[in-house]
């Protein structure tokens, strides 16, 4: 029902930049929050920050003052502004949505999480 799309990977030194964007696209009544985690080598996926439809945002400790969660809600698209980038950050970084969905069989609204495929992030020293 949902499918997101993850862009702007790649590889930067240190103390640099990257801006990732995601795109939602599929069948769905609406776009509730989405967030974006990652999960480096070894070691579990974890957050890095959300956003709610209405624009309210929250940052992992890790990322705060460093990166920035917005979205375009007329692109369905959320974006992911990092500055500061260090060697720690390197991971893949995953999209998520919470979406709401109508299901033509069941005649319902349902919820759902969609994942994107994930961007690699490399940050080098």
């Known amino acids: 029902q949902v499918q997101l799309v993850e862009s702007g990977g790649g590889s930067v030194q240190a103390g640099g930049s990257l801006r990732l964007s995601c795109a939602a696209s599929?069948?769905?009544?609406?776009?509730?929050?989405m967030g974006w985690y990652r999960q480096a080598p070894g070691k579990q996926r974890e957050l890095v920050a959300t956003?709610?439809?209405?624009?309210?945002?929250n940052y992992a400790d890790s990322g705060k003052d460093r990166f920035t969660i917005s979205r375009d809600n007329a692109k369905k698209t959320v974006y992911l502004q990092m500055y500061s980038l260090k060697p720690e950050d390197t991971a893949v970084y995953y999209c998520?949505?919470?979406?709401?969905?109508?299901?033509?069989?069941?005649?319902?609204?349902?919820?759902?999480?969609?994942w994107g495929q994930g961007t690699l992030v490399t940050v080098s020293s």
């Open positions: 998520n949505a919470a979406a709401t969905y109508y299901s033509s069989s069941s005649w319902t609204l349902n919820d759902m999480v969609a």
């Open positions: 599929g069948s769905f009544v609406s776009i509730n929050d």
């Open positions: 956003i709610t439809s209405g624009g309210s945002t």
